[in-house]
């Protein structure tokens, strides 16, 4: 009898997500190319105002699909201010797992089977996310207490449960990204800090 109702809420939960994953999926997907550039360009302002960007040097972001927000102008921004910048890489052995390699300009692309650009696996390019100073992190929904809803596939979450407090992780977003009061799960890791076009939010959650 426990189980089962235990078994009902742990569905509902899941299904509960989801429905929230595809409403707030189609919401980014309507906004226009100039919203979306828009939006982009007021994040940048905000995140390279950040202390944190400004003090350090070692930042992974990723490359926008499905509506996110564009990190385009942050990437330009961050290369002319000298910075390293990395990106997600599927792990090709360890299901659910990132790996984190350095991008430049010159640095090779390719689709990942999600469709989603990554640099060429190259092994000598790759940094302990554990080295990294700033995370900045895609989501599709997020509420006021740093919580954070991703595509399902779990990979950021077990990013930073493996890494320590010395990185900050940011999620930026369209502020029609934002969901009351996420149900979340005991695996979910909530973000320092979140930036929109409209705000900054941050939190001092102890990560250890
Ligand atoms: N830009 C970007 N890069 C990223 C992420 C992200 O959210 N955004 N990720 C963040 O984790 C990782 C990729 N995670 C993803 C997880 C699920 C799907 C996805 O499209 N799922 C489909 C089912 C597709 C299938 O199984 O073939 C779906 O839900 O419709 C995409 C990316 C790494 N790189
Ligand atoms: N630290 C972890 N260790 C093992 N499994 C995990 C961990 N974090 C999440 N998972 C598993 O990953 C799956 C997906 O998690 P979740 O739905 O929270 O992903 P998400 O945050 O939406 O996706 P993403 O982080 O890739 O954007 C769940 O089944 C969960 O059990």
């Known amino acids: 009898m426990f ?3 235990h078994m009902d809420e742990t569905q509902s ?3 509960l997500r989801q ?3 595809r409403d707030i999926r189609s919401r980014r997907q309507t906004l226009s190319s100039r919203e979306q550039q828009h939006a982009a360009q007021c994040v940048c302002q905000r995140l390279l105002m950040h202390p ?6 070692h930042i992974a972001l990723y490359l926008s699909f499905d509506g996110e ?6 990437i330009e921004a961050l290369w002319r201010q000298g910075k390293q910048l990395y990106l997600p890489v599927l792990h090709p052995f360890c299901h659910g797992h990132l790996l984190f390699q350095q991008y430049s300009a010159h640095t090779p692309l390719v689709a990942n089977r999600f469709n989603i650009l990554e640099p060429k696996l190259n092994c000598s390019q790759i940094l302990p996310a554990n080295q990294l100073d700033i995370l900045v992190m895609p989501l599709v929904a997020f509420d006021q207490y740093g919580n954070r809803l991703g595509m399902g596939g779990g990979f950021y979450d077990r990013t930073l449960s493996s890494i320590s407090n010395n990185v900050t992780s940011i999620g930026i977003a369209h502020d029609s990204q934002r969901y009351p009061n996420l149900p979340i799960e005991t695996w979910d890791q909530p973000l320092d800090c979140i930036i929109t076009p409209s705000r900054l939010w941050e939190w001092t959650h ?3």
Do not use: A, F, G, Y
């Not at 927000?69 to 942050?74: D, G, Q």
């Open 13 to 15: 939960s899941e299904q």
């Open 52 to 57: 944190q960007v400004k003090q350090h040097r």
């Open 3 to 5: 189980e089962d109702s």
């Open 19 to 21: 429905l929230i994953r």
């Open 206 to 208: 102890k990560r250890v």
């Open 69 to 74: 927000l564009s990190t385009k102008p942050l």
